[in-house]
């Protein structure tokens, strides 16, 4: 796949996630505030699913003795 290729193929999945979330609607600043803290959020919950999950597996496998 060449590079013009995969920027066409890029755009097209930014044009389909701009439709389907109707943000063609919005104005330029007000799609870049909802872009930031949609990315805000997201990376708020990767973070929080990192660090916490590996204790509330150990803790469910410890409940159901899985593990001793």
């Known amino acids: 796949m060449t590079l013009s290729a995969a920027w066409k193929q890029l755009s097209w999945f930014y044009y389909q996630y701009l439709l389907v979330t109707a943000l063609y609607m919005l104005e330029p ?33 410890h409940y159901f003795e899985v593990l001793q």
């Open 29 to 61: 600043w007000e799609r870049t505030v909802f872009n930031s803290l949609l990315i805000s959020v997201a990376g708020m919950a990767v973070y929080t699913g990192y660090v916490f999950m590996p204790q509330h597996i150990m803790a469910i496998l």
